[in-house]
């Protein structure tokens, strides 16, 4: 089996929906955002903060080369950001995980936790800059992906099920 790699903007439930897939069928899942925290022994926001986005991407590009060579039959979920890397498409099949901007903040929003859902994604903090992104993302997420769950209003349940029955069987 093919690896099957997450991509989604932050905060549309990719760790979540990860976890229930694990759950549920029992693969290895791993999370390139986890990686980078290891590789570095910190965490991104850390990472921003002290060497910039640019040194992050470099992380992110070597966490690809890693995956595409060493990494198979595993559910790999990304970082918002992930999608660039240039070789994603040789990771394994792209499953986009697609809500519009507002069914993502209205998620966070209603988290039972949702003051440590805003504050691990201080971009929210600027709302008008997180839509900006999304909308330009949101595009480049479609051209890559080879299947598309709409997460809008749905549980993780329900989009983990459809995964499983979509690219699983």
Same mark, same amino acid.
Request: aromatic share 8%; charged share 40%; net charge positive.
């Given at each position: 089996?093919?690896?099957?790699? /997450?991509?989604? !903007? $932050?905060?549309?439930?990719?760790?979540?929906? *990860? %976890?229930? &897939?694990?759950?549920?069928?029992?693969?290895?899942?791993?999370?390139?955002?986890? &990686?980078?925290? =290891?590789?570095?022994?910190?965490?991104?926001?850390?990472?921003?903060?002290?060497? +910039?986005?640019?040194?992050?991407? *470099?992380?992110?590009?070597?966490? +690809?080369?890693?995956?595409?060579? =060493?990494?198979?039959?595993?559910?790999?979920?990304?970082?918002?950001?992930?999608?660039?890397?240039?070789?994603?498409?040789?990771?394994?099949?792209?499953?986009? /995980?697609?809500? =519009?901007?507002?069914?993502?903040? @209205?998620?966070?929003?209603?988290?039972?936790?949702? @003051?440590?859902?805003?504050?691990? %994604?201080?971009? !929210?903090?600027?709302?008008?800059?997180?839509? *900006?992104?999304?909308?330009?993302?949101?595009?480049?997420?479609?051209?890559? *992906?080879?299947?598309?769950?709409?997460?809008?209003?749905?549980?993780?349940?329900?989009?983990?099920?459809?995964?499983?029955?979509?690219? $699983?069987?």
């Amino acid at each position: 089996m093919k690896n099957i790699v /997450l991509i989604g !903007f $932050m905060g549309v439930g990719k760790g979540s929906t *990860a %976890r229930e &897939i694990v759950r549920r069928s029992g693969i290895v899942a791993i999370d390139t955002d986890d &990686i980078v925290e =290891s590789m570095e022994n910190r965490k991104i926001k850390e990472i921003f903060k002290k060497e +910039g986005e640019e040194y992050f991407r *470099a992380l992110e590009r070597r966490v +690809g080369e890693w995956l595409e060579t =060493s990494v198979r039959a595993t559910l790999v979920s990304t970082g918002g950001g992930f999608y660039k890397v240039p070789n994603i498409k040789k990771i394994g099949k792209i499953v986009l /995980l697609h809500s =519009s901007f507002e069914g993502i903040y @209205k998620r966070l929003k209603e988290h039972p936790d949702a @003051k440590r859902k805003f504050k691990k %994604r201080p971009l !929210f903090q600027e709302i008008e800059k997180a839509k *900006a992104l999304y909308d330009i993302r949101v595009k480049e997420y479609k051209k890559i *992906a080879d299947v598309i769950i709409d997460t809008e209003g749905r549980s993780v349940e329900e989009v983990a099920k459809e995964i499983i029955k979509k690219v $699983m069987k």
